[in-house]
């Protein structure tokens, strides 16, 4: 058990650039969660999976962000036309099971839009 | 804004003193849990309270959920450098929030030695 990885651990990006963050959860965990954290706030739901289902989206997403979850393993997240409101630590994490479990944080990928 | 909120926001003890952490919620919760960030770090797990009331200890640290099920607060006994960092609360509720944990802003603790 490795735990959860992402990468990259960071990026520099001009404003309008696409990105994309990939994240391997821990291999046995059906569950995949992305979260947003800025200075001095806890981390902000964005988006989960249950297996490659995208079950929930948070209203505060807009259209310029999209995950995937294409075999029910790694996952992606992806902001088109990036802007400078969205520099941030993005997070993800997964956990075992249906319903609230603890949820294994990987280290995150920071994100600079300039 | 944040339907989970924490105070203090910020606390700097001296080492061996204790330290307490407070969470509410506007909602009554499902469970709770309780995560910490180190400096630098990623969010960790801590535990999980379930029952009203419940009272779980781990070492030095003592957690609780309170009787409506919409607070809860960690103790941690004569803190040391080790306990530096943000501790985080969690609410799960899944007909007010949704299949997710909905986060509080943190309590920052830093220690002297």
């Known amino acids: 058990d490795t735990g959860v990885s992402q990468n990259p651990r960071h990026k520099i990006t001009k404003r309008g650039q696409n990105v994309t963050f990939r994240c391997d959860p821990i291999?046995?965990?059906?569950?995949l969660y992305w979260y947003r954290q800025t200075l001095g706030q806890g981390p902000e739901f964005l988006t989960y999976?249950?297996?490659?289902?995208?079950?929930?989206k948070s209203r505060l997403l807009s259209d310029r962000f999209s995950a995937e979850r294409p075999k029910g393993s790694f996952s992606t997240l992806e902001i088109q036309r990036t802007e400078q409101g969205d520099s941030a630590m993005y997070l993800c994490a997964s956990s075992f099971g249906d319903g609230a479990y603890e949820q294994y944080f990987g280290p995150g990928t920071r994100l600079t839009v300039t | 804004g944040q339907q989970v909120m924490q105070i203090p926001q910020y606390q700097h003890v001296q080492e061996g003193e204790d330290f307490t952490t407070y969470c509410n919620s506007s909602?009554?919760?499902?469970?709770i849990q309780w995560y910490k960030q180190r400096p630098g770090g990623h969010p960790v797990f801590l535990i999980q309270l379930v029952k009203s009331g419940e009272v779980k200890k781990q070492k030095r640290l003592t957690f609780q959920f309170g009787e409506a099920k919409k607070n809860s607060s960690l103790h941690i006994t004569a803190t040391q450098t080790t306990d530096v960092g943000t501790y985080f609360c969690?609410?799960?509720?899944?007909?007010?929030?949704?299949?997710?944990?909905?986060f509080g802003a943190g309590t920052i603790l830093r220690v002297k030695s």
């Open positions: 909602t009554t919760l499902s469970n």
């Open positions: 291999s046995e965990h059906n569950r």
């Open positions: 969690a609410g799960y509720h899944i007909m007010e929030y949704g299949n997710k944990l909905v």
């Open positions: 999976f249950q297996n490659e289902a995208q079950l929930e």
